[in-house]
């Protein structure tokens, strides 16, 4: 099968790994087309043990690929997605620009994959700290019945991108940083404050939690809160989750409802001190889940502690579980 695929920032934090995550998934392209900004016309990049020059947008529509995997940011997606589903691509795009767009799909492949048709020709990957909350309660919901989620996040500088991680370096080593992608210092520091301010005085991010979660589920019903805080780390986003359902449950059975949740590896012996850490998610793919015990103060309510690498599942490899589900849907090429 020949299979043209574009990569849209393809040299950004979450392009390469996107880049990385085709390779390693053996997603078969045929042909790649690495895009970046206009400075970046003409470089370089590597992928399976081959060159690829970047080429531009323009250039990428004109080859017509069967697939374009977008992380170049809103207002680019907005722009360049219409024109690429125009000539017959199947985008997949990473930014917030088409979330929630009641025409548009937001899927999580492990959950609302079979949603998709030969209609889909922009389809949204959702947020990242959103990805990892569904991930790890779906067969839950599915059993028990969300209500209501109470969630309180721990997210890597990794998800601002390159000059937040350059920020954190550069203080963690006694310098100045030249361009700080924050109000404030975020090493030995952590500040409840992702994206933009809302009037509610939420922020974009808590409100993008809020409302993916219930178009992911299909469930409008779902009461959700968020404060989501950027922590000093590298190696992945976490979460405290604390979820009450409409159904009694039994801790012994929903251990084994995680331990079945495709996509959900269950670490969970705090005898041994074992439970999930940013550290321990970094460069892999599942969502990892812990800390699971009863919240003693009201009925039918869980805690639960929600570790995922916010670059791969949360961002490149959800993208590309996307393409394959639509590869196997015989709904690409």
């Not at 849209?8 to 990385?20: D, E, P």
């Not at 016309?41 to 947008?57: A, N, P, T």
């Not at 952590?190 to 469930?219: A, C, R």
């Not at 394959?324 to 709904?331: V, Y």
């Amino acid at each position: 099968m020949h299979m043209k695929v574009a990569v849209v920032g393809a040299t950004g934090l979450v392009g390469t790994q996107m880049l990385k995550v085709l390779a390693e998934r053996n997603f078969p392209v045929t042909e790649l087309l690495p895009v970046a900004s206009a400075r970046s016309v003409g470089q370089e990049i590597e992928f399976r043990g081959q060159k690829y020059r970047v080429v531009s947008m323009d250039d990428a529509i004109a080859a017509r690929p069967a697939v374009a995997i977008f992380s170049a940011g809103g207002a680019i997606s907005l722009q360049e997605a219409p024109r690429f589903a125009a000539v017959g691509t199947v985008v997949i795009d990473n930014s917030s620009a088409w979330r929630m767009d009641p025409a548009k799909k937001l899927v999580v492949p492990e959950i609302n994959a079979h949603t998709l048709t030969a209609d889909d020709k922009i389809i949204a990957n959702p947020n990242c700290s959103t990805i990892q909350l569904v991930v790890a309660l779906n067969e839950l919901h599915k059993r028990y019945q969300a209500l209501r989620i109470v969630v309180s996040t721990y997210q890597s500088v990794t998800g601002t991108g390159k000059q937040a991680v350059d920020q954190l370096l550069q203080e963690r080593a006694g310098q100045t940083p030249a361009n700080p992608a924050y109000p404030h210092r975020i090493d030995l520091n952590v500040l409840p404050h992702i994206d933009v301010f809302q009037d509610n005085g939420y922020t974009k991010e808590e409100m993008k939690m809020v409302n993916e979660t219930k178009k992911i589920f299909g469930d409008d019903t779902i009461r959700l809160t968020a404060t989501t805080v950027r922590v000093p780390v590298m190696g992945g986003h976490s979460e405290a989750v604390n979820v009450e359902f409409a159904q009694e449950f039994d801790l012994a059975d929903v251990r084994e409802l995680l331990r079945q949740t495709e996509g959900v590896e269950l670490v969970d012996d705090v005898q041994n001190n074992i439970y999930p850490m940013p550290q321990d998610a970094h460069g892999r793919d599942a969502v990892l889940v812990g800390r699971l015990r009863r919240d003693e103060t009201q009925p039918r309510t869980l805690n639960m502690w929600v570790v995922a690498d916010n670059l791969r599942k949360g961002a490149a490899t959800n993208a590309v579980q996307i393409a394959e589900a639509m590869l196997k849907m015989g709904l690409l090429g």
